[in-house]
T-cell receptor, first 115, second 114 residues
Framework: AQSVAQPEDQVNVAEGNPLTVKCTYS??????LFWYVQYPNRGLQFLLK??????LVKGSYGFEAEFNKSQTSFHLKKPSALVSDSALYFC?????????????FGAGTRLFVKA | DGGITQSPKYLFRKEGQNVTLSCEQN?????MYWYRQDPGQGLRLIYY???????QKGDIAEGYSVSREKKESFPLTVTSAQKNPTAFYLC?????????????FGPGTRLTVT
């Protein structure tokens, strides 16, 4: 079965330190990969996506993500965390060869950045 | 939250009543989606529509119904057959087709059924 795993329910990091939010997936073919962020009682906002090419993708608010095909991972990173980055982060995968429109979301990782 | 609006933000209903959640978009997107979000479970797809007058069931369609009479609108009805309707409901839209298209989400409707 196709799935997306975010192994950490919560990540805690001090402001100014680098952060990583992990994501691994189990999807056949070469899927499209996404990260979204959700602030309390709001909808999700798109951060970045990987289609093809460079394994390091840059997105909004200084976030970037590293694609690793052999490890089927797509970890979200930021060199220096801000308190305002505290939110719920979702990794998502869209299979590229199904002809359908379904996107599979991970369960989410809550990021706490402490001042 | 882009050009997608959902109303109302909070909705309270008694058990046994049907309720309709509104979703409107002005992004000219062909594809629209409804998700349900429960704590610790991520987003689960209820229904999606690729074009007007056409829609498909997602992973948890039982107890829900939708219509797509206009490109801009994709209302979701939560029927009395849905056993656990209390949740946060998110509507989204995207460009249609087999591309790497991200989804744009509305602000959500929190439904509480007692």
């Amino acid at each position: 079965a196709q799935s997306v795993a975010q192994p950490e329910d919560q990540v805690n990091v001090a402001e100014g330190n680098p952060l990583t939010v992990k994501c691994t997936y189990s999807v056949s073919g070469n899927p499209y990969l996404f990260w979204y962020v959700q602030y309390p009682n709001r909808g999700l906002q798109f951060l970045l996506k990987y289609i093809t090419g460079d394994n390091l993708v840059k997105g909004s608010y200084g976030f970037e993500a590293e694609f690793n095909k052999s490890q089927t991972s797509f970890h979200l990173k930021k060199p220096s965390a801000l308190v305002s980055d505290s939110a719920l982060y979702f990794c998502a995968v869209r299979p590229s060869n199904t002809g359908g429109f379904k996107t599979i979301f991970g369960a989410g990782t809550r990021l706490f950045v402490k001042a | 939250d882009g050009g997608i609006t959902q109303s109302p933000k909070y909705l309270f209903r008694k058990e046994g009543q049907n309720v309709t959640l509104s979703c409107e978009q002005n992004l000219n997107h062909d594809a629209m989606y409804w998700y349900r979000q429960d704590p610790g479970q991520g987003l689960r797809l209820i229904y999606y529509s690729q074009i007007v007058n056409d829609f498909q069931k997602g992973d948890i369609a039982e107890g829900y119904s939708v219509s797509r009479e206009k490109k801009e609108s994709f209302p979701l009805t939560v029927t009395s057959a849905q056993k656990n309707p209390t949740a946060f409901y998110l509507c989204a839209s995207s460009i249609s087709g087999e591309g790497s298209y991200e989804q744009y989400f509305g602000p959500g409707t929190r439904l509480t059924v007692t």
